[in-house]
């Protein structure tokens, strides 16, 4: 079913004759906020360090929506948190794992036909789920995946999970694909979101004033993954107040973070939190719910505190975006605030090296 799609070569034949028009996206891409304007046909690598589509895993998903999941290898951001760790930093990550490379049609048709399975029908999945990694990086692919996928049915949708990292255009394109948008918003504020992901949140801000006014019945619904120590009352405050000045009735989900990748030692969210911010989004006129396993065992290393100290200034003096940063310090990221399109390391960088130990 599998064959690795390696470029460049024959196989760039392959993509032109698959893609048509759209494989002028990755002759000079800049399909997310990165722009950076790399000719991955010719195996030049941006931030994502992706060339070819990949698939990394697929497999029927019950979590909401149901849906038979493709996750798509590579990820535009480099969040410390990750984790998808394995899939999002491919191909650099020692571990990091992948399919290959599929024919658009062979999987609309398997979509199809797995949702449509006894177990697809008993988890209640009623549509393809595209997830990462970041699928935006992949948009040209996805979108013969879903011209395929329409044309074999007219029962079943169209789900796009995204952090946001989309240009204008990109944004419009994802929304002319899907039925249902979910949105990673990882912070409100830049010193926090640099961070975090290693890119400037403004790129996420517009697209979600573009999204939530227009096509708020798009919206499954915006998660906010709380990190304690890094998302305090000021921080979970500010992301609420500018969700309901777009719309009260944005679905909203606060996800309790888990001790994952380069933050694998940090503290998991902590019940008291999880339950303090849906008090606040609901005191800015939310509507909101929280989710996942929360108390989970971690402390501070005593290295990344001092590092965090030094880092404060980096970060315009705000103390959780300064611990995060003091985690990337420790893990090898010499470039602060972070900003991975800038940084010397970005093909090279230990962020995407990183191999965790533990899994929460």
């Not at 849906?278 to 108390?295: D, F, Y």
Request: positive net charge.
């Amino acid at each position: 079913m599998f064959g690795r799609l390696v470029i460049p070569g024959g196989c760039r034949k392959v993509l032109v004759r698959v893609w048509g028009g759209r494989v002028k996206d990755l002759r000079n891409c800049k399909l997310c906020a990165w722009e950076c304007g790399v000719d991955r046909l010719e195996g030049e690598r941006g931030v994502c360090r992706v060339t070819e589509p990949v698939i990394a895993a697929k497999q029927l998903h019950p979590a909401p929506p149901a849906s038979y999941t493709v996750f798509m290898a590579g990820c535009n951001y480099r969040c410390l948190n990750c984790q998808n760790w394995d899939i999002a930093h491919y191909p650099d990550n020692p571990e990091g794992r992948a399919l290959g490379y599929q024919d658009p049609k062979e999987l609309a048709v398997e979509a199809v036909n797995m949702i449509e399975t006894n177990q697809g029908r008993m988890i209640g999945a009623d549509r393809i789920f595209f997830s990462g990694g970041e699928p935006t990086i992949h948009l040209p692919y996805i979108e013969q995946v879903v011209e395929h996928y329409r044309d074999t049915t007219d029962l079943w949708k169209v789900n796009f999970d995204t952090n946001g990292f989309a240009t204008r255009k990109s944004m419009r394109r994802i929304v002319k694909l899907a039925d249902s948008i979910t949105f990673d918003f990882k912070a409100y504020s830049d010193p926090l979101h640099r961070a975090i992901t290693g890119a400037r949140v403004e790129p996420v801000l517009r697209n979600l004033e573009f999204l939530i006014p227009k096509y708020l019945d798009k919206i499954w619904e915006v998660r906010i993954l709380l990190i304690p120590k890094a998302h305090d009352t000021e921080e979970i405050r500010a992301m609420c107040e500018f969700l309901a000045d777009l719309d009260e009735s944005v679905p909203v989900c606060f996800l309790a973070f888990r001790p994952n990748f380069v933050l694998e030692r940090h503290p998991g969210a902590p019940k008291r939190l999880m339950e303090r911010a849906v008090e606040i989004a609901r005191e800015c006129g939310l509507h909101a719910t929280w989710s996942g396993m929360p108390g989970i065992n971690g402390s501070v290393p005593p290295e990344v505190g001092e590092c965090a100290d030094k880092l404060l200034k980096h970060y315009d003096g705000r103390k959780g975006a300064a611990l995060m940063g003091g985690y990337a310090r420790v893990t090898g990221c010499r470039n602060h605030p972070r900003d991975c399109l800038a940084c010397d390391d970005m093909a090279r960088c230990p962020i995407k090296r990183y191999v965790a130990i533990r899994r929460t």
